[in-house]
């Protein structure tokens, strides 16, 4: 599954579109709290839009609803990554725990850490399949300044709470 991640103003503006097709007034800071914990997701701000209609507003509450819910999506898509790669199941878990509970590193910061996770040297080849792996997946991206991060914020959500077995 490719994640496409809406700029803040074509989140707001694809919200706003889905609220005023439901005659629904919404404030726009909740609008925009939503946006920045989504990450202009689209799939987890029509997931939004949906539990607002169903409640009747968009609140504080609503998104909270959500989240846990996406948590709930995220993690099983990641089982499903990880199942059919249990070989690295230990390595692809220790470099996104690492992402999830630090943020944003560097490649040598996080082939660091999954050195310690597991006890030995990697190549450099092998820890590039790992990323590259992730990142084919969309489970993490590389930013401009040359970062790791995960792309999905409920994603690190769930990571950090620890929903994943």
Same mark, same amino acid.
């Given at each position: ?7 803040? /103003? ?19 800071? #909740? ?55 249990? /070989? ?16 944003? /590193?560097?490649?040598? #910061? ?6 310690? #996770? ?30 790791? #991060? ?14 994943? /077995?």
């Amino acid at each position: 599954m490719r994640l496409h991640h809406l700029s803040k /103003a074509e989140a707001v503006a694809f919200l706003q579109r889905g609220f005023a097709q439901e005659n629904m007034q919404v404030d726009p800071k #909740e609008l925009d709290n939503v946006v920045l914990s989504l990450n202009g997701i689209i799939g987890w701000l029509t997931l939004v839009g949906v539990t607002a209609r169903e409640k009747g507003a968009l609140h504080a509450a609503t998104l909270s609803e959500c989240m846990t819910r996406a948590a709930v999506m995220a993690s099983d898509e990641l089982r499903n990554f990880l199942d059919y790669r249990a /070989a690295a199941r230990d390595r692809y878990r220790a470099i996104l725990a690492q992402l999830a509970s630090r943020g944003p /590193a560097h490649w040598s #910061e996080l082939r660091r850490g999954l050195e310690t #996770e597991v006890g030995r040297k990697l190549s450099p080849t092998v820890f590039n399949q790992l990323l590259g792996n992730l990142a084919r997946a969309d489970f993490i991206r590389k930013r401009q300044d040359e970062l790791y #991060e995960i792309a999905d914020p409920v994603l690190a959500l769930s990571l950090r709470e620890r929903r994943l /077995a």
